[in-house]
């Protein structure tokens, strides 16, 4: 699956790399209401384009696991800063 490194120069695996770790970063980066989204710019990275099959738990269970998710954000950034605003769309 990553045949495609095997045949690059050393300039074009670090330029690949400095992609990798802006994607990952801008990932990491998000905060408040942008941790709870879809981000399919990080699999935008990989160099196989393919159309996600993903698949959607219905409003409840989604909704469990974003209080599951949230809770553990309390236990694991225990200080983290509060973003004490309504999403605006």
Known sequence: MDEDLDGME???LVAEV???RAGIRRHRDASG???????PHLWEL??????????VPPWDRFMR???QYRSSLD???????????????
């Open 10 to 12: 050393r300039d074009q």
């Open 18 to 20: 400095k992609k990798l």
């Open 33 to 39: 209401h942008d941790l709870c989204w879809y981000h």
């Open 46 to 55: 990989l160099p196989e384009k393919i159309d996600p099959a993903i698949a």
């Open 65 to 67: 696991g974003c209080i």
């Open 75 to 89: 236990r694991q950034a225990p200080h983290a800063a509060v973003h004490d605003k309504e999403f605006d769309g």
